[in-house]
């Protein structure tokens, strides 16, 4: 089981993860615009899907890779060390203000279709993967059980958090893109945020000592 203070700072990550802007955030913004609300949750609901799909996979490679290789859980975590100073870098060299000119014309789709969509754009996002893959073992260790479960207790938080902040951007919309096109400054700050929490994170793993 995983202590309630890792739990919560686990939780205080993913919020801040979903709370910046990037590809899921931008299609739910411009599906809703194009087609309402209602095609923007449906949206929505393939997005979560994707992001179940990447944590089954990563939660059964974890443990049969941990049980498999031995030191793997180590060379994992520091593997995800490179990879989450890599995003930050991305994050900050990424340039443009204006990512969130958000596509109004997306023609309108049936709720099946708009489904995949969602689905595909996750699930065929190998970013997706390797980000939780680095993720996630930080806040997994072996004296505190099940590797299958812990990655299960954090995913479903994960998954829980996604849902609830994607749910409140479709139904403000509208408002969120009005207030992205005349706040330009806000998208420069949020980068450096970011970069700033997946650079503590990767040094929290880098200093962290094995029991």
Known sequence: MIPIN???????ASLIMVLSPG?????????????????GIISLFGVICGFLFHILMVSFGLTAIF????????IVKFLGVGYLLYLAYNTIRSGGTKIFDTDRSLKKDKPFKL????LLTNVLNPKMALFYLSFFPQFIKPEYGSI?????QLGIMQIIISFSINFL???????????????????????????????????????AKAK
Do not use: C, D, H
């Open 6 to 12: 890792e739990f919560l700072v686990f939780a205080l």
């Open 23 to 39: 590809p899921n955030m931008i299609y739910l913004i411009s599906r809703s615009l194009s087609q309402g609300r209602q095609a």
């Open 67 to 74: 049980f498999a290789v031995p030191y793997a859980f180590v």
């Open 115 to 118: 489904f995949n969509i969602g």
């Open 148 to 152: 299958l479960g812990q990655s299960f």
């Open 169 to 207: 951007i479709v139904i403000s919309a509208a408002k969120m893109a009005g207030w992205f096109a005349k706040n330009p400054l806000w998208v420069r700050v949020q980068k450096w945020f970011m970069a700033s929490v997946l650079t503590g994170l990767a040094v929290k793993i880098a200093f």
